[in-house]
């Protein structure tokens, strides 16, 4: 993607070489056209720039960088968001041929609730998560152990996470799939009730209470399942997630966003008391913007066993960080789901900044945690604010 400029400097410095009568004149025009062009140069290099460094590229799908200062669209376009989505989840499972919370994972996690308004998802990102369940259980049949190593459970626990929301949205039965899903997410669950996962790519890859979130939520999904379980270990299985998420602190105010939402699924997690403190929180750290931002929910010593403190601490809006489409987006999804009406004046609020603030490419822009380069976390922050809208009754196919 290209940003066309709106001005040809060669204009501007003809305009600056035009004799006035006054030298005062002469020079406030200079300087005027001077700071019209170096800003017209920063952004035309800017977007160049962003154009070279590809977020998704695969063949013949090139999805551009993201960057902070990519302008926003007057209206919310659906097609441009959800072609941006498409090409991403597409790309990445075809590129990097693997399940990636930040990418296809939340894809098939989040884009069937758009079903009923906009269509389903591609059903070539469904068919790769069933590759991806046979794949995982060939290498379990081999060597179960290894499984329960590094990235690997959170990859199968999203796996059973999308297909479960494939069956709840889309097929509307529990299909064998993610019953097989299911089998093996509760297969590599920990003896403590968790699921293990790596603390370097907060907010998704880095610690097991955000992963044990994402398997309630997908035990509790999947059509009829939790309801009719018989099996003892998938019974264990359950309890041992109930007690860890009761016993567990959240780490941070967003782990208490997860369990909250986590709990919209599965209401015994949460007594109606602290359920509704969180719900305070979360209201509480709502902007005068109207938005949230992600990173008014944890100290940088939290996120990904501090591993990203210095460069979070190091920000320049570190002190007052913006609002940002992932958490937006998924404040707004969770208190509705929690039972907070659509017409309260803090949801219209936000779903107003998520309406101002898509940018041109599709995306609603959140600045990584974790580096400067690819902000993977857009992807998120794109399909939060969708579902978001959605829910609110705003998005508009």
């Not at 590129?95 to 070539?124: F, Q, W």
């Not at 900044?353 to 998120?380: M, V």
Request: with cysteine.
């Amino acid at each position: 993607m290209r940003i066309q400029s709106l001005s040809r400097p060669h204009l501007l410095v003809a305009a600056v070489a035009r004799p006035r009568t006054s030298p005062v004149s002469n020079h406030a025009l200079a300087n005027v056209a001077t700071v019209f062009l170096i800003g017209w140069l920063t952004t035309t290099v800017a977007a160049e720039e962003n154009e070279r460094r590809s977020q998704y590229k695969h063949e013949d799908i090139v999805v551009a960088g993201a960057w902070e200062e990519e302008p926003k669209l007057d209206r919310v376009s659906v097609e441009k968001a959800l072609t941006y989505l498409d090409n991403g989840a597409t790309a990445w499972s075809r590129g990097s041929a693997c399940i990636t919370c930040h990418t296809n994972g939340s894809y098939l996690r989040m884009r069937p609730l758009l079903t009923n308004s906009v269509g389903k998802p591609l059903d070539e990102l469904h068919t790769f998560f069933v590759s991806e369940l046979e794949r995982f259980e060939g290498e379990a049949s081999q060597d179960l152990p290894s499984l329960l190593e590094g990235i690997t459970p959170a990859q199968i626990v999203y796996i059973a996470m999308g297909l479960a929301e494939w069956d709840a949205q889309i097929s509307g039965q529990l299909s064998g799939t993610t019953r097989r899903a299911l089998n093996l997410m509760f297969a590599v669950q920990s003896d403590s009730g968790a699921w293990g996962n790596d603390d370097c790519w907060p907010p998704f890859e880095s610690s097991s209470y955000q992963t044990t979130t994402v398997a309630a939520m997908a035990a509790a999904t999947a059509p009829g399942w939790r309801e009719n379980v018989t099996e003892p270990k998938h019974k264990t299985g359950l309890a041992r997630i109930h007690e860890w998420l009761r016993d567990t602190p959240p780490p941070h105010d967003y782990g208490k966003t997860l369990l909250l939402w986590a709990s919209t699924r599965w209401p015994q997690l949460l007594d109606e008391s602290r359920s509704k403190k969180i719900v305070d929180e979360i209201l509480h750290l709502q902007q005068e913007d109207g938005g949230w931002s992600i990173r008014r929910f944890a100290q940088p010593e939290q996120w990904g066993d501090g591993l990203r403190a210095e460069k979070l601490r190091g920000e320049p809006d570190f002190d007052s960080p913006p609002s940002d489409g992932h958490m937006t987006g998924l404040a707004i999804i969770t208190l509705l789901d929690v039972g907070v009406p659509a017409e309260d004046p803090r949801i219209q609020k936000g779903v107003e900044w998520l309406k101002k603030n898509q940018r041109e490419s599709g995306r609603w822009w959140t600045r990584s945690l974790n580096t400067d380069k690819f902000h993977f976390i857009t992807f998120s922050s794109t399909l939060y604010a969708l579902v978001a809208l959605d829910k609110s009754g705003a998005l508009i196919p």
